[in-house]
């Protein structure tokens, strides 16, 4: 994960009590009528940061989004940009800028007149307007193209008049709304790189909308998962990734194998479930904050399940199951095996080697994994 | 059966045309006949230019057509910035209490019987007269305060209509790159709908040039447009400066419409691709 270059900035603020956030939001909610869009969001970005808004559709990513660019207002709460309160500061006096979903180019100026209209209306003199619109098309490699209408670009070009719009006016904190949304898969991949070397260079901060788990694991320093118009967890990657906190999260990020049970010991030191679905016990290596005897619920991803056709010597984390399918994606395959409970477990395993002992389709298997693999929630 | 329903549409479409364009095409020719009777072709001396001269030189029909093109010009610039001010209003404020009303209010006119609009105002123009002394008596100015009255209606539901489907993100847009919202109309909105602003402007034009019933109502002595000017003379028979008149017209009319669908076919192209 690339982490910000800058010696003034740290690599992890919010880790930082007494970092300042450059973007304070506080009990933000947006009501249309009975319908909360976004609901009692608290938030800190810190300068630098590359932040991922992710969600399903219609959690209120956009909503949130253009409160902060000023679109929207507050039905309560507050936003504070640069220690500024900027709740009710209209559009056009914010220092922020948006690059919208669907670019919103305006379609009767060339590239070069829809990038200095920004600077135009800071009254910036002609000669220094040139040279910066040059300077900036050149960065989003469109040097050749200032005289073109909108309409006589292809989608990715489009992206990148928006996005060098939105930049030329070098504005602290970049609002960006599914950014990559219409690009393909290809383009996309590569222009998050893209994007994040722009960041690099300019020191902006980011504010990404975007329903593409891989997208924001890609981009984000961290990443904020949000559901009906709540912010659910928030944190880096890794964090959501290995720690989800619910789960709702650990359902959304990436895939996982969801056992429900019982707690039926409790130690500082390790846990216990019975769980009817695995139909045995899944020991996990740390203590978890929950009462004896609650329903929780493990969590264990696809990659970090073992399987084998030999039978494993210990008796918890493991459960028997014969093989029910088989994707081969190149890189790993995904193999479903169904438990005698009826239960379906995804495991994947890498391809390494190009003539491993073949598992088949309705081969009795063993899974196992290891005391640190499993993430215990309880909602 | 393809070939008989292509038959069949061929036959409408000759129909069709025939119905609208064999009363021009014969006012067209007969404007170059010699005769003094509009309906007998007078082989020997025609085609002439006898009655283009004739019309150039009839002040009472020149007179009428520049006050008719004055009151046009004036009402269709009034009505456009009206009726953009009301469809932008009606467009943008969405749920804003009393749209309702108002939207019916400012399309009532184009049901409302021309007699009953003309009649209406022309009471209002003479109560006004007694209260304030103002307008005083009828002439140009009530005439074309009238016209603006009804081609506002027009304008307002095409830049309306324009407006419904306008990308609100492009506003947003140039907003967030710091122009204010009266520079954001003038630069952004303005420009991009300005062909409906057009045929806006053209339609009001049209309707007050051919307006007959509330220019009647309207107008005061020493103020006939040519409508008028035509209606009263075709009481009292045909003449052929009357087919003069009506080709000129429909020659200038071809050119100013062909002109202009040019042209916006043109900025449609780049209006509606997407940005
Ligand atoms: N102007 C509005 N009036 C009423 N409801 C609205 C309005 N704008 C958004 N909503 C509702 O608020 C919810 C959140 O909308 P939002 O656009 O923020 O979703 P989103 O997370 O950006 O979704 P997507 O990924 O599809 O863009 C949706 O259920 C939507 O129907
Ligand atoms: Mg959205």
Partial sequence: MPKPTDPALKASPWTDSDAKPYVRVEKLTKSFGEFKAVDDVSLNIYQGEIFCLLGASGCGKTTLLRMLGGFEKPSSGRIFIDGEDMTGVPPYERPVNMMFQSYA?????????????????????????????????????????????????????????????????????????????????????????????????????????????????????????????????????????????????????????????????????????????????IHVGHGISAASDTVVWAAVRPEKINMSTEAPTATDNVARGAVQDIAYLGDLSIYLVKLPTGKVVRVTQPNTSRHAEAITWDQQVYLSWDDSSPVVVTR | MNQRRSLFVITCIVFGYAFLYIPIFSMVVFSFNASKLVTVWDSANSPTLKWYHALLHNNEILDAAWISVKVALINACGAVILGTLAGFALARFARFRGRFVLSAMTTAPLVMPEVITGLSLLLLFVALEQAVGWPAGRGITTMTIAHMTFSMAYVTVVVQSRLATFDMSLEEAAMDLGARPLKVFFVITLPIVFPAVLSGWLLAFTLSWDDLVISSFTSGPGSSTLPMVVFSKVRLGVSPEINVLATITISVVTIIIVGVSLWMARSKRIATSPA
């Fill in chain 1, 105 to 281: 180019l305006f379609p009767h100026m060339t590239v070069e007149q829809n990038v200095a209209f920004g600077l135009k209306q800071d009254r910036v003199a002609k000669a220094e307007i040139r040279e910066r619109v040059a300077t900036m098309l050149e960065l989003v490699k469109l040097g050749g193209f200032a005289q073109r209408k909108p309409h006589q670009l292809s989608g990715g070009q489009k992206q990148r008049v928006a996005l060098a719009r939105s930049l030329v006016k070098r504005p602290k904190l970049l609002l960006l709304d599914e950014p990559l949304g219409a690009l393909d898969k290809k383009l996309r991949e590569h222009t998050q790189f893209e994007l994040i070397g722009l960041q690099h260079r300019l020191g902006v901060t980011f504010v990404v909308v975007t329903h593409d788990q891989e997208e924001a694991m890609t981009l984000a320093s961290r990443i904020g998962v949000m559901d009906h118009g709540e912010i659910v967890q928030s944190g880096t990657p890794s964090e959501i990734y290995e720690f989800p906190s619910s789960k709702f999260v650990a359902d959304f990020i990436g895939s996982v194998n969801i056992f429900e049970g019982r707690l039926i010991e409790d130690e500082p030191a390790y846990v216990r479930i019975a769980s009817p679905e695995l139909g045995g016990i």
